[in-house]
């Protein structure tokens, strides 16, 4: 068997004989393979990815996410999703091998309707200002930048109260569920979800630095399902102050969920990074593929010979272990998902950053 290219690993490669290509044929019958004609595809020196490095540019694409508003009602398509698709697993509905992403529309007076599934969910807002998502009893208003959780087998709807079409990036944990065979779905049986808490009730109860005595939280999801933009945006600003520059990131923080410390989502970790203006980042590169989104500025990322230009609203994505580095014309916000939580509780995740050695994660 060939080699993998760029990181594979050398392996057997024994001679194919008549007798042996019999016994493989008879193998095959009996629902089996020679372990030796595939162990190079299988256990590589490096990661393999079949993603690919892709760019989806807002100003290209809206008017297609605006297109399907005139021509299907949010109530026919339940959620009406424009899925972006990594060009290297055409047909799978994935952006990475493990995330799935999507630009949903609501337009003024929608809604989508209540129901709830085994796969995590983010909504991190993309356009407009004023819809809200109501998870688990408790209503929100999405302003840009937010980012907005649906945990796990939670029911949840959304509905745009105001006067312009909201647009936001929808990020799964779909593929890994659907790989691990355990995706469930089920509908509330009126459209909307009653409310049983105030508005501002979790963000009150536990994005204080205080949790109430006696908190338990059994989901492993952050109880905060609403981190508002400014709160996140002030925190970069007040580092910035004391310049704690990282020479790959610039200023990164990580959403947690404030009851353990730990990532906000079980399995997708969320990120948001400022890049000031003129920042010619080191080169990075880590084992879980990422998906960005800039939400101020505008910069250019280098993946090999490739040179994505980026503004606020597009969307693209980096495969994993695959090196990369970020410019920043002017000041720049980029927020950021992927499967780190997953990786780092299995003990795999991995980073490189320049010429220094592999570094593993650990806990």
Partial sequence: ????????????????????????????????????????????????????????????????????????????????????????????????????????????????????????ALRFIIEGNGAYTAVDGEKTIMREGDFVITPSWTWHDHGNESDEPMVWMDGLDVPLVNFLETSFLEHYPEPEQPLTRPMGDALARYGEGVVPLGYDNPTK?????????????????????????????????????????DYAMPTIGTFMQLLPKGFKGSPYKSTDGTIFSPVEGTGRTYVGEQVLEWKKRDVFVIPSWMEHRHEADEDAVLFSFSDRPVQTKLGLWREQRGNDPVSEYHS
């Avoid at 057997?12 to 193998?27: C, F, I, S, V």
């Avoid at 999507?102 to 929608?110: N, V």
């Avoid at 945006?233 to 969920?257: P, S």
């Fill in 1 to 120: 068997m060939d080699d993998q290219v760029g990181g594979g690993a050398s392996g057997p490669n024994p001679t194919r004989t008549p007798e042996r290509e019999e016994y493989y044929k008879r193998l095959e019958g009996g629902n089996m393979a020679p372990l030796w004609e595939y162990l190079a595809g299988l256990v590589t020196k490096e990661p393999v990815s079949q993603s690919e490095v892709a760019i989806w540019k807002y100003d290209e694409v809206r008017a297609s996410v605006m297109e399907a508003g005139e021509l299907i009602t949010a109530e026919e398509a339940e959620r009406r999703v424009i899925i972006l698709e990594n060009p290297g697993l055409k047909g799978e509905s994935k952006i990475t091998q493990s995330m799935y992403a999507g630009l949903q529309l609501i337009l003024p007076g929608e809604i989508a309707r209540s129901h709830r599934h085994a796969a995590s």
């Fill in 221 to 261: 999801t952050s109880p905060i399902f609403n981190y508002p933009y400014d709160r996140t945006r002030e925190a970069l600003e007040t580092m910035r102050k004391t310049e704690e520059w990282d020479a790959c990131h610039g200023l990164k923080v990580q959403y947690i969920n404030p009851s353990n410390g």
